[in-house]
């Protein structure tokens, strides 16, 4: 089993940044892939941004240029740095992981979100 715990998340004021952090724990042989999804209240949950174990990224075209995906393979952590923070920024952001465990079966797993709130 493999656990994912995000921190960072709180309430900041628009042009703001904020650091989320998700960190994965137990039967990891592998990190395939890591990033972040968020759902605001009454839509459904979009991809944020995405790392690959090769190195490449993905995000999502209302993110891009403001927000980056970074990680420490050697913790099994992922981190979004998210700055000019915008009130459409708000929802709760979930982290996501593709995961091969050490029976060698691969599956994703989620985090149980973080709340982030941007302020006008």
């Known amino acids: 089993q493999v656990q994912l715990v995000e921190s960072g998340g709180g309430l900041v004021q628009a042009g703001g940044s904020l650091r989320l952090s998700c960190a994965a724990s137990?039967?990891?042989?592998?990190?395939?892939?890591m990033g972040w999804y968020r759902q605001a209240p009454g839509k459904q949950r979009e991809l944020v941004a995405f790392?690959?174990?090769?190195?490449?990224?993905n995000y999502a075209d209302s993110v891009k240029g403001r927000f980056t995906i970074s990680g420490d393979s050697a913790k099994n952590t992922v981190y979004l740095q998210m700055n000019s923070l915008k009130p459409e920024d708000t929802a709760v952001y979930y982290c996501?992981?593709?995961?091969?465990?050490?029976?060698?079966?691969?599956?994703?797993?989620w985090g149980r979100g973080a709340q982030v709130t941007v302020s006008s």
């Open positions: 137990g039967s990891i042989f592998r990190i395939n892939a």
């Open positions: 790392k690959s174990v090769g190195g490449s990224t």
């Open positions: 996501n992981a593709d995961v091969t465990s050490t029976s060698r079966s691969t599956v994703g797993y």
